[in-house]
C-alpha cells in the first residue's frame, strides 16, 4: 500500500490565489519531508526540506514567501503556493525518507493556474 | 555542465526485449544510487536502491554502479508492455538517502 499519501491530485486555480497541498506520511514518523517541482518532460528539482517543528529549508532561487512550508506534526507537511501565477502551473510532489534510508514519494499534485 | 546526465529518449523497444538505461555523474562524493519508474503525472515509484559499486538484481530488474567511471545502469530483462514509462536515475551523498539529484529521466515504451 501507499506509504505517503498527498492530496489533492490535481487543482486549477485562478492567478492571485492561493493552493495548499498535504503531504502525510502513512507508515512511519518524518521530522523530514522534501517538496519537488516538476515540469513537463524534465526531471524533479528540489524546492524545500520541511522540518519538523522548525523553519523549512529552501533550496537556491525558491521563494521561501512564495511557497510556504509547513511541518505541523511528524505525520504531515504542507506547502502552499501563494498568490500563484500561471509560471506556478507545474506538478507538485512530496517525498518521505524512511528508517531504512530509502526515499518515497506521494502521488503528486499538478497545479493548474489560469 | 548538469551533475547527472541521462538521455531522455524517447526509448521504443519490442516486448521481451532486454532494456538498457544509463546515467552518469560528476560527483564522486555520491554513495547512494537509485532507480524510480514514473508513469505519467504520478509520484516515482522506487524501483532499485544500491549502496556504493557493484551489482543488484530483483527480479527482472538489474542495477550496477560503476563507481571508478561514475556510470550507472538499469537492466530491465523481458520487458512487458507495463514497463512502459519514465526511468529516473537518482543518487545522493547524504547517509540519510534524502536530497536527492535526479538524472532527467529515460522514456520507455514497450510495444506488444
Known amino acids: 500500500g501507499a506509504v505517503v499519501s498527498q492530496h489533492p491530485s490535481w487543482v486549477i486555480c485562478k492567478s492571485g490565489t492561493s493552493v495548499k497541498i498535504e503531504c502525510r506520511s502513512l507508515d512511519f514518523q518524518a521530522t523530514t519531508m522534501f517538496w519537488y517541482r516538476q515540469f513537463p518532460k524534465q526531471s524533479l528539482m528540489l524546492m524545500a526540506t520541511s522540518n519538523e517543528g522548525s523553519k523549512a529549508t529552501y533550496e537556491q532561487g525558491v521563494e521561501k514567501d512564495k511557497f510556504l512550508i509547513n511541518h505541523a506534526s511528524l505525520t504531515l507537511s504542507t506547502l502552499t503556493v501563494t498568490s500563484a501565477h500561471p509560471e506556478d502551473s507545474s506538478f507538485y510532489i512530496c517525498?518521505?525518507?524512511?528508517?531504512?534510508?530509502?526515499?518515497?514519494f506521494g502521488s503528486g499534485t499538478q497545479l493548474s493556474v489560469l | 555542465q548538469k551533475e547527472v546526465e541521462q538521455d531522455p529518449g524517447p526509448l521504443s523497444v519490442p516486448e521481451g526485449a532486454i532494456v538498457s538505461l544509463n546515467c552518469t555523474y560528476s560527483?564522486?562524493?555520491?554513495?547512494?544510487f537509485m532507480w524510480y519508474r514514473q508513469y505519467s503525472r504520478k509520484g516515482p515509484e522506487l524501483l532499485m536502491y544500491t549502496y556504493s559499486s557493484g551489482n543488484k538484481e530483483d527480479g527482472r530488474f538489474t542495477a550496477q554502479v560503476d563507481k571508478s567511471s561514475k556510470y550507472i545502469s538499469l537492466f530491465i530483462r523481458d520487458s512487458q508492455p507495463s514497463d512502459s514509462a519514465t526511468y529516473l536515475c537518482?543518487?545522493?551523498?547524504?547517509?540519510?538517502?534524502?536530497?536527492?539529484?535526479f538524472g532527467e529521466g529515460t522514456q520507455l515504451t514497450v510495444n506488444p
Open positions: 517525498s518521505v525518507p524512511s528508517t531504512n534510508e530509502k526515499l518515497f
Open positions: 560527483n564522486s562524493a555520491f554513495q547512494y
Open positions: 537518482a543518487m545522493t551523498q547524504e547517509t540519510s538517502g534524502s536530497r536527492l539529484t
